[in-house]
């Protein structure tokens, strides 16, 4: 030691008869001047569980007090073993007294070469594996899985290893990383299944078999423990070996855990995104299979599936992707179970969810029923309604001779028709829960459907005509917004609401071009940077590159808190935040000058008739049955799909009356269709059904019905659209039938001739 260097003492506690002993930091063992009794006083440093500073302590420490916070960590007295499990498997060594996700290098452990010493002998005690083989860790489990693919005489061994690493005391150790929230190096745990993949079955069948003994009596209480799911979870001899036991054994363990591990357990799946993706998708896959397979087996049992732990489990599990899935990382219809939808009886589950009897309910996880039963539950909540104002009017009659139509009756005149529509539904505001009637004034026709179907058609394209600028249109994205330049008082607003609420209420589709925003607003859904991304997609990227720029954000972007808003031509300053025009956007607050923009362009800037507009759908919408839907299942009941239509299934679904297969005319009739561009069909839709749109999947199909008349081949094929009827005389030839069918495409608009 130089001269005038002071030497660093500590103080240790002798291992013999427990005294105090004074010594320099740098020395690895002491003698007892009491007991003579040696004690090791190797160093090791541990974050301080308060403030995270780095702090030195002895192997024989009980706790450190933090010389920079002055508060005292405690060491548990095993802390010596669980540093060298965790040193022999990822190379760092990771504190049961501290959070989880803090780790210390090795190279921060002084006297190395006598810890090595101590990770050899406790390798040799709990693994039997001598000195001359490589240690066991993670790494090894590969290569000797590797290895054994081409040395088949090592599988014996190889299993030997599997049951003492997938054991309660080591599993929680294996695969370690720091590179993760979850401490799980998904490399290696990933390169490890690929390896045992390619192994006899029996070692898939040993794996399953040790991890379900672990998930069976492992109890997690704390934050890392929750690395066992995700190797299970990771685990793809799950999907090459389909183990019900172990499915059900993983489904009990995720379901009761604490909320706050689940939460966690959701956040860290969260984070796959699309690299992640395919991995999600089977985990997901697997639980509906397992789901599907359980209800099936209960229900040949006639045991009821509320009351099956089972089943309820796996829908928690399932829950806890469902909150990982919030960024879309696989579809959303991924989680409907089409087994589950399709056995549920609606009616009843319906009315114990608004009745809140039952413990139980499916209509509480809504992310796991297809569209058709969340649209049949619309239905009857729809039918109970209409049910109710029928029994009004039948008291009224029997009881105070007052007579109402059960119907909600609109009377309108073509020319006048927003006007009209406007009057009748601002008198009958109490009605709208009728189920709605059209007539067009002086025109015949008695409305099972059809002029329903086109009183929606003509409205909504006088409304957003653009004479009377209540909305703008984007032609380069086909999207629809609210102007807020607009003249028209709200009562217009709400006609919009009313009318596209009155359209889900009476099952008809309609042809509407708004972002998928609009619907989550409508739902009260928080809105994102990326729901821009339908109608001003230059603006998304544009914040993503201040939000992602490395330099100086105010000096580059010369930015403040404000945005413009044009009316009439007039560009309009405004303010995000009070002084907005002198605060400038930096690099610590531009994540607040986004969020204060988003908020603008959806919201705050529009929202005198969004408000309206929302009034009006809720008037008629506003049940709670509208919380079972996304804002994506919302604007498919409204809009139906746009798909391309396919000819091969409304062929195979058509209804023929009076012609047969073999009807050459019938032949001719899908031939023109086949012939068509996707415009002509848009239009031919219309003719037949009212709408050029075709319900959505798992909604309904678009069923045809094809008359046969007796009329003679000089007439046009006529429509019934409530009833998505064509009538046609029997044609002669392909030519003749092209001819009649497009004219008649062409030139009728509703029940006549142009």
Not at 281 to 308: G, M, P
Not at 311 to 331: D, P, Q, S, Y
Not at 500 to 527: R, S
Not at 669 to 688: A, H, P, Y
Request: proline share 3%; with cysteine.
């Amino acid at each position: 030691m130089k001269s005038g260097q002071a030497t660093v003492m500590q103080t240790s506690t002798c291992s013999g008869c427990k005294i105090s002993l004074q010594h320099p930091v740098n020395v690895s063992i002491i003698r007892c001047y009491n007991c003579q009794a040696i004690t090791n006083v190797s160093n090791f440093t541990l974050p301080c569980s308060f403030c995270g500073t780095l702090n030195s302590f002895s192997a024989t420490a009980k706790g450190f007090c933090c010389f920079a916070c002055k508060l005292t960590t405690k060491i548990p007295d095993t802390i010596t073993e669980e540093l060298v499990k965790i040193i022999v498997n990822s190379g760092y060594q990771r504190s049961r007294v501290i959070d989880a996700s803090l780790f210390v290098p090795i190279s921060q452990i002084t006297n190395q070469q006598q810890y090595i010493s101590q990770i050899t002998q406790w390798i040799n005690t709990h693994f039997d594996i001598n000195s001359q083989k490589s240690p066991f860790s993670s790494q090894f489990l590969i290569d000797f899985a590797i290895q054994c693919q081409q040395q088949p005489e090592l599988i014996v061994q190889l299993q030997n290893y599997i049951t003492r690493a997938f054991s309660i005391p080591n599993i929680n150790y294996m695969f370690l990383s720091i590179d993760l929230d979850i401490g799980v190096d998904l490399i290696q745990l990933r390169a490890f299944y690929a390896a045992i993949l390619k192994l006899p079955v029996s070692i898939h069948q040993q794996i399953n078999s040790c991890l379900l003994q672990c998930l069976t009596q492992f109890n997690i209480t704390e934050v890392h423990q929750l690395r066992l799911l995700v190797i299970c979870l990771e685990n793809p001899l799950l999907v090459a070996n389909y183990d019900m036991n172990f499915l059900a054994g993983l489904s009990h363990r995720i379901a009761t855990l604490a909320p706050k591990f689940k939460i966690l357990l959701s956040g860290w799946f969260g984070k796959y995104k699309i690299d992640g993706a395919d991995i999600i998708f089977v985990i997901v896959s697997l639980f509906n299979r397992f789901l599907a397979c359980r209800i099936v087996e209960i229900t040949q049992k006639k045991v009821d599936i509320h009351q099956d732990t089972a089943v309820i489990a796996t829908i928690h599990t399932l829950g806890v992707f469902h909150m990982a899935n919030k960024e879309n990382i696989i579809r959303y219809t991924e989680m409907y179970n089409d087994v589950l939808s399709d056995m549920i009886d609606v009616d009843k589950e319906y009315q114990n969810w608004i009745s809140r009897e039952a413990s139980f309910n499916f209509l509480s996880y809504p992310w796991i029923l297809t569209l058709a039963v969340k649209n049949n539950v619309l239905k009857r909540g729809a039918m109970i309604q209409m049910e109710k104002e029928l029994h009004k009017v039948v008291v009224d009659l029997y009881y105070r001779h007052v007579s109402n139509s059960p119907f909600l009756d609109l009377l309108v005149r073509r020319e006048y028709l927003v006007n009209d529509t406007l009057s009748h539904l601002q008198k009958k505001k109490g009605e709208l829960k009728k189920q709605l009637r059209v007539k067009f004034h002086g025109e015949e026709g008695i409305d099972a459907g059809g002029i329903k179907k086109e009183f929606f058609q003509l409205i909504l394209q006088e409304i957003f005509d653009p004479k009377y600028g209540m909305f703008s249109y984007d032609k380069s994205e086909r999207i629809f917004w609210f102007n807020n330049a607009s003249l028209e008082n709200e009562d217009e607003f709400e006609l919009v609401g009313r009318i596209i609420g009155l359209a889900i209420y009476n099952g008809v589709i309609l042809d509407l071009h708004f972002p998928l925003v609009i619907y989550k607003k409508l739902l009260n859904q928080k809105v994102t940077i990326e729901d821009l991304s339908d109608f001003k997609p230059s603006v998304v990227k544009g914040l993503h590159e201040l939000l992602e720029f490395e330099g100086d954000v105010e000096l580059t972007f010369c930015l403040n808190f404000t945005a413009i808003n044009e009316i009439f031509g007039e560009q309009i300053v405004c303010e995000l935040k009070p002084n907005g025009a002198n605060i400038f956007v930096n690099n610590e607050n531009r994540q607040d000058y986004v969020n204060l923009y988003i908020q603008f362009l959806l919201i705050d800037s529009v929202s005198k008739q969004f408000n309206a507009f929302k009034r009006g759908f809720d008037s008629v919408c506003g049940g709670d049955e509208m919380r079972l839907l996304r804002a994506e299942e919302l604007e498919q009941l409204v809009c139906g799909s746009a798909d391309n239509v396919d000819l091969v299934s409304v062929r195979e679904a058509t209804i023929l009356q009076g012609f047969t297969n073999n009807s050459p005319v019938i032949n001719y009739f899908w031939q023109v269709l086949q012939e068509m561009d996707i415009n002509t069909i848009r239009k031919f839709l219309i003719f037949s059904t009212g709408s050029d749109r075709i319900p959505s999947p798992g909604v309904g199909a678009l069923t045809l019905i094809l008359t046969k008349t007796s009329q003679d081949c000089s007439r046009l094929p006529e429509a019934h659209t409530c009833f998505n009827q064509i009538v046609m005389p029997e044609y002669k030839s392909l030519q003749q039938t092209r001819e009649k069918l497009l004219k008649a495409i062409h030139l009728t608009e509703g029940f006549s001739l142009k």
